[in-house]
């Protein structure tokens, strides 16, 4: 099972919860869990953690976490099978 978390309190990308292959979507903010920044540092740092920025591509390319991927509410329905299923997802989207 994936667990996505959410590290902006104005996130409003759709975040999914997969388990094999049932799709489950957090649509509005306050359903999606949150991780603190410090939490979110860390496993960044330990590596445990994926982070997707949710952002338009401009904005992406402008600056993004390290290794973040740029994936909008548009195209997560696309991308959601390619998620890493041993890492915990985290989007942000400033």
């Known amino acids: 099972m994936r667990k996505i978390l959410i590290l902006s309190s104005i996130a409003i ?3 999914a919860l997969l388990s094999s292959s049932r799709v489950s979507i957090a649509v509005a903010q306050e359903d999606a869990p949150r ?3 410090d939490d ?3 496993a960044y740092d330990d590596g445990t953690a994926f982070f997707i920025d949710s952002r338009p591509a401009d904005s992406y390319k402008i600056e993004h976490i390290k290794g973040a ?3 909008t509410v548009d195209t997560i329905k696309d991308k959601i099978k390619d998620l890493p299923k041993n ?3 985290i989007a942000y989207c400033t």
Request: proline residues 0%; without cysteine.
């Open 13 to 15: 990308l759709a975040l």
């Open 35 to 37: 991780i603190s920044l």
């Open 40 to 42: 979110a540092k860390k």
């Open 69 to 71: 991927v740029n994936i």
């Open 87 to 89: 890492k915990t997802i």
